[in-house]
């Protein structure tokens, strides 16, 4: 069966835009979580969505925000884009919160802004 | 808040070598899972280790929850290995929250 899947791969923005990332699950999974990967901070804690409910937020401004649909299928949100977002976002699935032994990522969206 | 580290931070590797990762983390966990990023950039997930020792393949992890560390074994490495090994704490409860460690970026050469 289909991996997790995000798109877009690459997108290169400029400082003030906003930008919309898109993560599919893996079929049957309904958590999904939202991690930002950077050279200086390493890998971050975002969001983790549940039927479509935030269940947890990690420490970001208010820019960073994100929302889970009825078919589990989740995007992130971040506004008013700063030259510190540069990163990889990575979105990871599992069937339920908490089943980490089986949690799988998606290949990232690479963001670079401008 | 919450440590995680991982030694070394490098490691350079002979194809057919075996090697010890170490990751270290400051307070009691009742989990910790070991991720592989490949040069594409995504996460494989390799172990799921609260304690005692797992074995897949050529990989093998041990961790000692008492004594906060957890040992990722890499026997007769191959150029596929390459890549950043994360090791990440696990919360309690139901949440997938991860807290990673460092990484160690590991360099296997023919």
């Known amino acids: 069966k289909a991996g997790v899947t995000q798109t877009p791969r690459y997108l290169i923005k400029t400082r003030g835009q906003q930008v919309t990332l898109s993560c599919s699950p893996i079929?049957?999974?309904?958590?999904v979580s939202w991690y930002q990967q950077t050279p200086g901070q390493g890998l971050q804690f975002l969001f983790e969505?549940?039927?479509?409910?935030?269940?947890n937020k990690g420490n970001f401004p208010g820019r960073f925000s994100g929302r889970q649909f009825s078919n589990s299928r989740s995007e992130m949100n971040v506004s008013t884009l700063e030259l510190g977002d540069s990163a990889l976002y990575l979105c990871?699935?599992?069937?339920?919160?908490?089943?980490?032994?089986?949690?799988?990522f998606g290949s990232g969206t690479q963001l670079s802004v401008l | 808040g919450i440590q995680v580290e991982q030694s070394p931070p490098d490691l350079i590797l002979q194809e057919g070598a075996n090697s010890t990762l170490r990751c270290n983390f400051s307070?009691?966990?009742?989990?910790l899972q070991w991720f592989h990023q490949n040069p594409w950039g995504q996460l494989i997930n390799l172990f799921y280790?609260?304690?005692g020792t797992k074995q897949n393949g050529r990989l093998s992890a041990t961790t000692v929850a008492t004594e906060r560390y957890s040992l990722l074994y890499i026997s007769s490495s191959q150029t596929t290995d390459s890549g950043v090994y994360f090791c990440?704490?696990?919360?309690?409860?139901?949440?997938?929250?991860?807290?990673f460690g460092t990484g160690t970026r590991l360099q296997v050469t023919l």
């Open positions: 990871a699935s599992s069937l339920i919160p908490g089943s980490n032994e089986k949690l799988f």
């Open positions: 079929s049957g999974h309904r958590s």
């Open positions: 969505y549940f039927s479509e409910t935030q269940r």
């Open positions: 307070d009691s966990v009742n989990n």
């Open positions: 280790i609260p304690s």
């Open positions: 990440a704490r696990v919360p309690t409860g139901t949440a997938s929250k991860l807290t």
